[in-house]
């Protein structure tokens, strides 16, 4: 079988996996994940529980709640094939990122410098459109997007 793993769509997934889909479906479509993490994201001792599958030959990350009854909510990605409306973003400079992004209706942006003596690391957030983007060295390294929220508690899963 054939998956476009290809096309970024804010809100609703990449190509033909889209968020809201079980892990049953995603194994269906993928195959069995190179590796799985899982990991409390919000760092409370009693938080939900977060799984991340990762795909090396795609270059990118799936991941699933538990607070989501264990549904894609997350991907993750680093492959320069990967397109934001038919552009490759990946490997680009952030001003050219910004730029190819302006006329998108993503909200506003927050800029955080997370550098230190060893790296160079921006991340640039979209929160309107659940879109992250992060730069090592001035240029593009991933994206990383999910479900869009109606509220802090309640995702808006595509149809």
């Known amino acids: 079988m054939k998956v476009n793993v290809k096309n970024i769509k804010i809100g609703a997934g990449l190509g033909d996996i889209i968020f809201g889909s079980s892990k049953e479906k995603i194994k269906y479509l993928l195959g069995e994940p190179n590796e ?3 990991y409390n994201a919000s760092g409370e001792e009693d938080g939900y ?3 991340a599958w990762h795909y090396d ?3 990118f990350s799936v991941s699933f709640d538990q607070e989501d009854n264990w549904k894609l909510t ?3 990605i680093s492959s320069p094939d990967c397109l934001f409306n038919d552009t490759q973003l990946i490997g680009k400079e952030i001003n050219q990122v910004l730029e190819l ?4 209706d993503l909200g506003d942006n927050e800029l955080d410098d ?3 003596e060893n790296i160079d690391q ?3 957030s979209f929160l309107p459109a659940s879109l992250n983007l992060w730069f090592e060295n001035g240029k593009l390294s ?3 997007w999910g479900v869009l929220w109606s509220d802090e508690d309640t995702p808006r899963w595509p149809e």
């Open 36 to 38: 799985i993490d899982t």
């Open 49 to 51: 529980l977060t799984e």
């Open 57 to 59: 030959e795609h270059e």
């Open 74 to 76: 997350t991907i993750s």
């Open 101 to 104: 992004l302006e006329n998108e």
């Open 114 to 116: 997370l550098s230190d």
């Open 122 to 124: 921006k991340l640039i």
């Open 142 to 144: 991933e994206i990383q």
